[in-house]
């Protein structure tokens, strides 16, 4: 499913009468998310899951086509966890 899919269905699922509408609120969604990890904040959503940032070290790797070693930078990235409601509805 990609975005235009999503809000299709949070447009059904609402009773919302636009696609726009439901495009806002599928756009405010994601933007609060992003904002809260983009603060170092953790955005956990009951029976969903866990949003959070995660900080990588530097470590040393390889390029596979030379075989030259290379100091790969030290980064941060979002991690996402599944809630047991997420997870039981999977299996």
């Known amino acids: 499913m990609n975005k235009e899919k999503l809000v299709d269905v949070v447009m059904e699922a609402a009773g919302l009468e636009t696609r726009t509408s439901a495009k806002t609120a599928v756009d405010a969604v994601f933007d609060a998310i992003t904002k809260e990890l983009s603060n170092g904040?953790?955005?956990?959503?009951?029976?969903?899951?866990?949003?959070?940032?995660?900080?990588?070290?530097?470590?040393?790797?390889?390029?596979?086509?030379?075989?030259?070693?290379?100091?790969i930078a030290a980064t941060t990235v979002p991690k996402f966890k599944a809630g047991k409601a997420l997870k039981d509805a999977v299996k």
């Open 41 to 71: 904040e953790e955005v956990a959503v009951a029976g969903f899951g866990t949003f959070k940032v995660s900080k990588r070290a530097a470590r040393m790797g390889v390029n596979p086509k030379t075989g030259e070693k290379i100091q």
